[in-house]
């Protein structure tokens, strides 16, 4: 699973190259998606009216909602001094889940906001996911 959190939504939504082609290319594959948390696209249209629009008319965007269990858990690592909503909900998402049986792949532009052991990439890494 592809993760995009605040900062990778936002860069989407501006007509970031990597993840534009990233999105255009898992949109024509059956299955693949990208994941944004439901709260990372939350504070993606607070910084950026029109954000959440623009990223949420690519067909291969799925937003995680925030259930009950998501809730709670969030709300504990918020409190627990994780990160912001938006952060830990990103961090939720990455974390293993009966749902999702392959790894989390969590793309950023502050891979610095995660703790060791969740797998981030930079949106700004030359490469990123094979695109250039």
Do not use: W
């Not at 693949?32 to 607070?46: I, N, R, Y």
């Amino acid at each position: 699973m592809i993760i995009l959190d605040t900062s990778a939504v936002k860069a989407l939504a501006a007509g970031h190259k990597a993840l534009s082609l990233l999105a255009g290319n898992m949109a024509r594959t059956p299955g693949d998606q990208l994941t944004v948390p439901a709260l990372c696209l939350m504070q993606a249209e607070a910084d950026d009216e029109g954000a959440a629009r623009r990223v949420l008319s690519l067909s291969s965007v799925l937003v995680d909602d925030l259930d009950t269990v998501a809730s709670v858990t969030v709300g504990t690592m918020v409190r627990d001094g994780y990160g912001g909503p938006d952060i830990c909900h990103a961090l939720y998402c990455a974390l293993p889940r009966a749902e999702f049986a392959s790894m989390s792949i969590l793309l950023t532009g502050t891979e610095d906001s995660y703790p060791p052991g969740i797998v981030t990439i930079d949106i700004e890494t030359p490469g990123m996911l094979g695109f250039h």
